[in-house]
Nanobody, 125 residues
């Protein structure tokens, strides 16, 4: 499974940004895909995830209500729509995947064996 994240950039607080994660190498319907982020000097943390087949989603408390994860089956792409961005959202955002069609969504990075390179999001105050 290969993943390619894109869409990061420099924005101001309150702005919106949409990240994309293109998935290849495996039928996306067999995957759960997650977004994680890592800020300078901090540990990597879970942001959101979605099971491709049934659409189940999960969000961290810090982004719930502001971020939305969605998919485009035709493009094998998962999106992370980020609204009302805050300076605390500044981080490198990475998408990750695991082979999973059923069961609970995992939030630990150790459960995701496939990772793409990150995309940097910087939110200025």
């Amino acid at each position: 499974v290969q993943l390619q994240a894109s869409g990061g950039g420099l924005v101001q607080a309150g702005d919106s940004l949409r990240l994309s994660c293109v998935v290849s190498g495996s039928p996306s319907s067999n995957l759960a895909v997650g977004w994680f982020r890592q800020a300078p000097g901090k540990e990597r943390e879970f942001v959101a995830a979605r099971k491709w087949r049934n659409g189940d989603t999960m969000y961290s408390d810090s982004v719930k209500g502001r971020f939305t994860i969605s998919r485009d089956n035709a493009k094998d792409t998962l999106y992370l729509q980020m609204n009302s961005l805050k300076p605390d959202d500044t981080a490198i955002y990475l998408c990750a995947a695991r082979e999973q069609r059923f069961g609970a969504i995992y939030t630990s990075q150790t459960n995701y064996p496939y990772w793409g390179k990150g995309t940097l999001v910087t939110v200025s105050s």
